[in-house]
């Protein structure tokens, strides 16, 4: 298996740390709003590629960060007036449930940066006994002065960085040395007590400080998305191999593209910034989860309602082919010399830095050379072919069985439908309303 790490800017064998053992970080959300379909998108290719690590026999253990303390949840604290650890918990319910539905369920620890204070505390403490941090008036920082080596994974430069979630920069020897611990700003702010003051901790190491304690100083792999990479994880990287003195801090860097929606990045200012909430109640969850693995998770990706109808087709397809087969898989496995070629080509794919889209493409190869044979093929490849979907399904987080929809359900909406019409059309708006909702209830979508 070879995969594309940042560092390096190119593919590697996989070897780890431990045989077949994988110790997976991805950073996680900042829990002050509903997640986007930008972590969707993410949180999809790292929950896809631990399923396919696990398929090839490696054990993983997933860890996922929840920044529950942060500028963002203060500030949106102050505006709501919901105390920032309730907010925090709020949202971080909220994107369970959201990865939940989507089929992201891999994470094995979600790991509150407020539970990890006294980590944080001490990995803090060593890096000022080192020489690496000072105290100031108004917090501790990191002197990156001092790490020639800042910048190596993003190649840039370290006059580039910029003080991102950072405070007053006066008293700061160097104006780019980032927050290791800020000290109370405000009242109503949420602190905690420190050698250095009451306070908080500064965002990159939250993250340093809760894998050390699970990992140690060096793991095998980080997962996030592209925008973190400067400054985020270049914080990172320099926070922990100057505590420790040792390097690599992680043997795989790895991060998603960027989504864009309809050619433009995603924001609020240009009304097209949609939440996983937003998008569930006109989308199925498979639908988007294969919309993302039909891009390689390195590339950045294109969100839009064509492209969405287009996945929902192409599953579909997969869907009415897996149904033909028309067998059932027991215990016992066969060969098929006609599966042979778009199976190798299904793993190599996979293989080859967890290229899902060309993985798909092996699946459609497989349904164009044998969808109009069906009937000549033996039940010994029938058997194959379907249990070789069955693993495709599983890795990829969806399922190639078509639901069931009860006999005469459409005719059941549309007699539905005529009633709300003619209620409506009475002015009786409140039952008619409550049928939509029971509806909607069910998971159906009614628009008048």
């Known amino acids: ?96 449930e959201d990865m939940n539905k989507l089929n992201v369920n891999g994470v094995n620890l979600f790991a509150r940066a407020t539970d990890h204070v006294d980590e944080i505390l001490d990995q803090i403490q ?72 009451d306070g908080r901790p500064g965002w990159h190491i939250e993250d340093t400080a809760i894998t050390e304690y699970y990992f140690g100083p060096q793991y095998d792999a980080h997962g996030g998305g592209l925008d973190l990479i400067f400054p985020h994880h270049e914080a990172e990287i320099t926070q922990m191999e100057a505590v420790s003195g040792k390097a690599p801090m992680v043997k795989f860097w790895l991060h998603t593209g960027f989504l864009n929606v309809n050619g433009e990045k995603m924001s609020k200012s240009l009304n097209n910034f949609i939440t996983i909430r937003e998008l569930l109640k006109d989308y199925a969850a498979e639908t988007f989860r294969f919309f993302v693995l039909s891009t390689h998770y390195r590339s950045p990706i294109d ?17 009415k082919y897996y149904e033909l087969l028309d067998v059932e898989v027991g215990e016992e496995s066969y060969e098929s010399e006609i599966l042979a070629p778009h199976k190798e080509e299904f793993f190599n794919s996979m293989d080859d830095d967890f290229n899902t889209p060309k993985a798909i493409a092996a699946i459609f190869g497989l349904i164009n050379d044998t969808k109009n044979d069906l009937d000549s093929l033996s039940v010994e490849d029938k058997i194959a072919i379907k249990a070789f979907l069955d693993d495709a399904a599983h890795i990829f987080g969806v399922s190639f069985e078509t639901e069931e929809v009860n006999a005469g359900s459409d005719d059941l909406l549309d007699v539905i439908s005529e009633v709300r019409s003619q209620l409506r059309a009475n002015k009786q708006y409140d039952l008619s309303d409550k049928i939509r909702n029971d509806l909607q209830a069910l998971g159906y979508e009614i628009n008048d």
């Open 1 to 96: 298996m070879d995969v594309y790490s940042t560092l390096t800017r190119s593919k590697q064998t996989f070897e780890t740390i431990n045989k077949n053992r994988v110790n997976l970080f991805v950073c996680g959300p900042t829990v002050y709003d509903d997640a986007h379909i930008g972590h969707g998108r993410t949180y999809i290719s790292f929950d896809t590629i631990k399923r396919y690590l696990e398929y090839s026999g490696y054990a993983v253990f997933y860890i996922q960060n929840i920044t529950d303390i942060d500028d963002k949840i203060i500030n949106r604290s102050k505006e709501s007036g919901i105390p920032a650890s309730e907010l925090a918990r709020k949202f971080e319910k909220r994107y369970i």
């Open 126 to 197: 060593r890096l000022i006994d080192k020489g690496y941090a000072y105290e100031t008036e108004d917090g501790v920082y990191f002197e990156i002065d001092k790490f020639p080596e800042f910048g190596k994974l993003s190649n840039r430069n370290v006059e580039e960085l910029e003080s991102h979630r950072d405070i007053a920069e006066t008293t700061k020897k160097n104006p780019q040395d980032f927050a290791l611990w800020k000290k109370r700003v405000g009242v109503d702010e949420p602190t905690w007590p420190s050698p250095w003051g």
């Open 303 to 319: 969100f839009s309602k064509d492209s969405l109808h287009q996945s929902e087709r192409s599953l579909d397809r997969i869907r």
